[in-house]
């Protein structure tokens, strides 16, 4: 019985060997498959972004010129009004009052002139008294005149054709040339204009992209742009640079620029808020897709695949987006085999197996691109 004992544990020992051998001899795991993909030049089309504000085209605010209390409100808010309609009317009753007392003074002063001028023909009295009673009769008309061109103020209109805005006032409210705010305000929204900023660096890249001896013609030989809106939806309608300001601000480094979109459906409205994108062309730019770029203490980098299929890091400088794509301003060269996805598996000097992709997302954002550079270019030129 002891010998059998013996025996399964010596048989037991053996197994435990053989099995520590096994694993000892079991190969280590070889390099994993990871997707590249060969970096390529070509020309793009990305598109620079800036914040604007909404406009209309013409935005008039509609104060009193006199005081009155607001008789009638003729408006609501939101309603088209035509030029000349009728918006308010105040209360003139003082006014009139005012009006009566000078037209009794006109006729008054007609009634001195009249008296003296036979007595001046008969060189009763001196010239100069009815010289004097002529301009007490022509101040006369003129306050009379100001008095009556004040109870028309009381009766207003629209300057322009628009968009009412808020009524701050009710009816009845004392309203005056210097209230705080206006009785409302105009807008012409059928042309929408956004006010965006360029920094000195954006403006510079602007000035040597376009074509032209001035500002103005640079503007001119500018692309059609696109608005974004808030919901993050393209807005349907294309629109043009039309002006800039001609001096940067001081305090803040940056120059005013203006586009103009047509509003046919109003579905722009004043103060509101989108983003314009401006196409710029790049000559021979260099493409990679975003989830191949990686940070690494506060710097952007790159796995580049060695011909003996080891990875190694590079710094790269981007430059701006294109889509799905960065553009590489420096750091990789065309022709070079990068990782395109799962960087965050790797370290220099790692073995993997390259699985070329086809870039899909490059392609699409280039097609789209060339396809949105297209059509500015042909509203461009019908404009012209």
């Known amino acids: 019985m002891k010998k059998r004992s013996l025996l399964g544990a010596v048989s037991a020992l053996v197994i435990i ?13 070889g390099p994993m498959p990871f997707p590249v993909q060969t970096v390529t030049q070509q020309d793009a089309t990305v598109f620079e972004e800036y914040t604007a504000n909404l406009e209309g085209q013409q935005n008039v605010e509609i104060r009193p010129k006199v005081s009155g209390f607001i008789q009638k409100i003729y408006v609501d808010e939101g309603q088209q009004v035509r030029k000349g309609q009728l918006l308010f009317k105040l209360e003139t009753q003082t006014l009139n009052e005012d009006a009566a007392a000078a037209k ?38 003129a306050s009379y005149s100001a008095v009556t061109a004040n109870i028309n103020y009381g009766t207003i209109t629209s300057p ?6 808020t009524l701050p006032y009710k009816e009845g409210t004392l309203a ?46 500018a692309p059609a742009v696109s608005l974004r809106l808030v919901d993050d939806s393209t807005y349907e309608e294309k629109g043009k ?38 196409p710029l ?15 690494m203490q506060g710097k952007q980098m790159i796995y580049v695949v060695n011909k003996d299929n080891t990875v190694k890091s590079k710094i790269v400088q981007v430059k701006t987006t294109s889509g799905l794509n960065f553009i590489i301003e420096s750091g990789v060269e065309p022709g070079e085999v990068i990782v395109v996805e799962g960087t965050s598996k790797l370290k220099d000097g790692m073995a993997i197996i390259p699985q070329p992709v086809k870039d899909e997302a490059a392609a699409a954002t280039t097609q789209e691109n060339a396809d949105v550079a297209k059509e500015a270019s042909t509203q461009n030129t019908t404009k012209k």
């Open 176 to 221: 005056s040339a210097t209230s705080e705010l206006p009785l409302t305000t105009v807008s012409d929204t059928r042309v929408m204009r956004a006010y965006f900023a360029m920094n000195e660096k954006q403006m510079i890249n602007f000035s040597r992209e376009f074509k032209g001896a001035t500002l103005q013609e640079k503007i001119k030989n």
């Open 17 to 29: 060997a053989s099995c520590g051998k096994k694993q000892e001899q079991a190969p280590a795991a």
């Open 104 to 141: 009794a003074n006109v006729a008054a002063a007609q009634v001195e002139v009249d008296r003296l001028k036979p007595l001046v023909d008969r060189k009763i009295i001196s010239n100069v008294q009815l010289e004097t009673a002529k301009a007490k009769l022509a101040q006369a008309k």
């Open 241 to 278: 640079l039309t002006a800039a300001s001609g001096l940067a601000n001081a305090a803040t480094g940056t120059s005013q620029f203006r586009a103009e979109f047509n509003n046919p459906q109003a579905v722009l409205r004043s103060g509101g808020k989108g983003t314009v994108l401006l």
């Open 160 to 165: 322009v054709d628009g968009v009412i805005g």
């Open 281 to 295: 062309n790049i000559k021979n730019a260099i493409e990679v897709p975003q989830n191949a770029v990686f940070d």
